[in-house]
């Protein structure tokens, strides 16, 4: 008997072979584990909260800005996971809070946000300028409004 047949492992011309196929023959418990830790990757990465990617790096101080993020869109099933970001990256999904306190440098950036991972962003292009706060309000219809 060939050695791969002795593995478990199928012939890649064998119409049953995946790539899962060393796990799964390995009786139902690997299936079960294999299958247990898929639900828990999509789960979680469905599920985060909070941060999920860092903000743009502040270069120094005297050129740095506080920003606030305020969530003015009222909860509902639709709007629960609403993404903050930006120039397009993901950086904060709102969770208890309304507010997203950060800081960053000056200069020209695109603020967005989205419902989820599956929706178009709404964004605007921001000027920010050393040693100022800002305070941004996410609104309802697409709207990010500078206080």
Do not use: W
């Amino acid at each position: 008997m060939p050695n791969f047949l002795k593995t478990g492992l199928r012939h890649s011309n064998s119409p049953q072979s995946t790539c899962f196929s060393p796990f799964i023959d390995k009786g139902p418990f690997m299936k079960n584990l294999l299958m247990y830790l898929l639900t828990l990757l999509l789960v979680s990465a469905c599920a985060s909260k909070g941060m999920l990617n860092p903000t743009p790096p502040v270069t120094s101080p005297e050129t740095s800005a506080n920003i606030t993020i305020h969530r003015a869109i009222p909860r509902d099933t639709f709007s629960d996971n609403l993404v903050f970001t930006i120039n397009e990256v993901d950086i904060f999904r709102f969770d208890k809070g309304n507010d997203f306190k950060f800081v960053l440098g000056e200069g020209n950036y695109i603020f967005g946000y989205k419902h989820g991972n599956f929706s178009d962003p709404c964004s605007v292009d921001v000027e920010i300028q050393a040693e100022m706060d800002y305070v941004f309000n996410l609104e309802p219809g697409c709207v990010i409004e500078m206080e």
